[in-house]
């Protein structure tokens, strides 16, 4: 089972990245998908999340309102579209696979996490 994260990059404050989760290896049916972000010298925080069924959807206040969670109808790949990107956004991002067996919940938290993907680095310059 493997999580591969893409998407990041370098853009300027204001700019726009679309950041994708491609899942593969294994079945992910009842898994809610997340994504985080860790800054250097910070914990990995939560940054939004989509339910299986994708009726569900949590976004972190800080990116509330410039970033946007979904996923595709064969569910195998999950997508941020992060817009008006901020220099604070700058992080390393992961994708997140959260086995949760009720396909509208999702949940927040690290250690609920089952699998993790390698992450992609995300940098906003001012």
């Known amino acids: 089972v493997q999580l591969q994260a893409s998407g990041g990059g370098l853009v300027q404050a204001g700019g726009s990245l679309r950041l994708s989760c491609v899942a593969s290896g294994g079945t992910f049916r009842n898994h809610a998908m997340d994504w985080f972000r860790q800054a250097p010298g910070k914990e990995r925080e939560f940054v939004a999340a989509?339910?299986?069924?994708?009726?569900?959807?949590d976004i972190a206040d800080s990116v509330k309102g410039r970033f946007t969670i979904f996923r595709d109808k064969a569910k195998t790949t999950v997508y941020l579209q992060m817009n008006s990107l901020k220099p604070e956004d700058t992080a390393v991002y992961y994708c997140?696979?959260?086995?949760?067996?009720?396909?509208?919940?999702?949940?927040?938290?690290?250690?609920?996490?089952?699998?993790w993907g390698r992450g992609t680095l995300v940098t906003v310059s001012s």
């Open positions: 997140a696979a959260d086995r949760t067996y009720d396909s509208r919940v999702v949940r927040t938290a690290v250690t609920n996490m089952d699998y």
């Open positions: 989509i339910s299986w069924s994708g009726t569900t959807t």
